[in-house]
Structure formats: structure tokens, C-alpha cells
């Protein structure tokens, strides 16, 4: 049942899962309790773990995201792993109380603080250059730093008003990134997504050992690397 209903794209939970197997259980009449216990031990044994569904993954033509990747081999391979980069934003709100809580008794919940910083992520293909995270924020000036400046704390930062990244901020890193590969003589391969505020940047700039590829809209999702786990992993740092 657990996999006809993942081919046609249903989501299933444990809930799902421990009413249809008490279902089943009244049907073919045998006597049994599906614990808390009994989950995770029928998980374990027919390897089944919890993900969180992103966007619309299932909705794309699968012979497109085929196509893609094949592409993507194709431009990527002339190219060794560590000169292959991928660069990502994602937005921190990090004052986002949790939605489950300890208490003694029933309460109402409260309004969600959606305060947030954006982090610029960038790494290569064999994960040997990990680049310090650039973080933009809403304080030109946070008190948090107690003067001292941002790479004292491990990442570049600035800022503007809703703490996003703008097609300049996005255009300064990437000069920035370009003269430092340029210094060392590395010349290098950068995936990116379709948002308009890396695409502008790329079209006027002279970059002169930065090659870019924009991966093909809508299927983000299934081509980035950043999208594959690794912004998952830092957030949940969080």
C-alpha cells in the first residue's frame, strides 16, 4: 500500500500508515496493536524514512529533468570536481519560535516571529573549498557583533532594509569571488538557479574565470546540489 501510494504521488505519514495497517488487520482478522514501536520497527525493515516535500518536485515532466541532467554532464564534464561550484541562497528565520512545545495544558499559540537574515551558501563538487557563508541581514551595524568585524565571526557580511539579496549585493560577491579565483590562477565552473538577481549580474560583469550555467527553471529541485540536502543540513543547526 505504502509504495502504490508513493507511485502515484500521495503523500503518506505514520498516522496513514498505522490506520491502514489496523484496517487491514481487521479485514484478514488478526489481533494486533500498531504502536508507536510497531512503526518504527516496520520503517526499519522496509526502509522507509520521513522527508519533507519542497515545492512542486512530482509535478515536472521526468523526461525533462532526464534531458537536463544529461546536459548538465555534458557541460560539467570538462571540468574537475573541485572547480565545480554551486552557490544558493536561503532566508534564516531565526527568531521562529517551535510549533511543539512541552506544557501542562492546553494553550493558544502565538503569532510566529518571521524576523529573518539571508545566507548566500556556496561550496564545490568534492566539498574540499567551503566558502565562508555571506550573510545579509537588516543592521548595517548589529549590535550582536560587538564591534568586531563580520570574518572575525567566519562569514562576509552586509546589509539592506529587508535583509535580501538584491541583484548588487549578489554582483559584488561574485566580482569579489572572480578576482580571488583570478589571483590564484583557478579557473572554475559555478551552477546556479534562475533568479533574476544572479542572472543580471552575470550579464554585465566581465568575469574572466568564473563560467557560469544557469540551471533550467523549474527544475531547481532535482538539478542543484544546494537543493539536495546541503541547505537542509544547515538549517537544522537551527
Known sequence: WV????????????EMIQMK??????????????SDGWMTKFKKRYNIWKVTLHGEVSSVNPDDVASARAQLLEITK???????????ESGLCYHM???????????????DDKSQITYLLCANAD????????????SAKPKSFRGKPAHYYGFQYTSNKNAWVTG????????????????????ILLLLDNFPGHKAPVKTLNLT????????????????????GIIAAWKAHY
Not at 509504495?3 to 505514520?14: F, K, T, Y
Not at 566539498?127 to 537588516?138: A, E, F, R
Request: aromatic letters at 10%.
Open 3 to 14: 509504495i502504490e501510494a508513493r507511485e502515484h504521488d500521495l503523500p503518506v505519514n505514520d
Open 21 to 34: 495497517a489496523h484496517h487491514f488487520s481487521v479485514i484478514l482478522g488478526i489481533k494486533m496493536k500498531f
Open 78 to 88: 570538462d571540468y574537475e570536481p573541485h572547480n565545480i561550484y554551486n552557490a544558493d
Open 97 to 111: 519560535p517551535p510549533n511543539k512545545v512541552l506544557a501542562t495544558e492546553q494553550k493558544a499559540g502565538v503569532k
Open 127 to 138: 566539498g574540499t573549498h567551503k566558502l565562508n557563508p555571506l550573510v545579509i541581514g537588516s
Open 168 to 187: 548588487q549585493i549578489f554582483g559584488d560577491w561574485l566580482q569579489k569571488l572572480d578576482y580571488n579565483f583570478c589571483k590564484e590562477g583557478q579557473k
Open 209 to 228: 574565470n568564473i563560467d557560469v550555467y544557469f540551471i533550467p527553471l523549474n527544475l531547481t529541485s532535482h538539478l542543484q546540489p544546494c537543493d539536495a
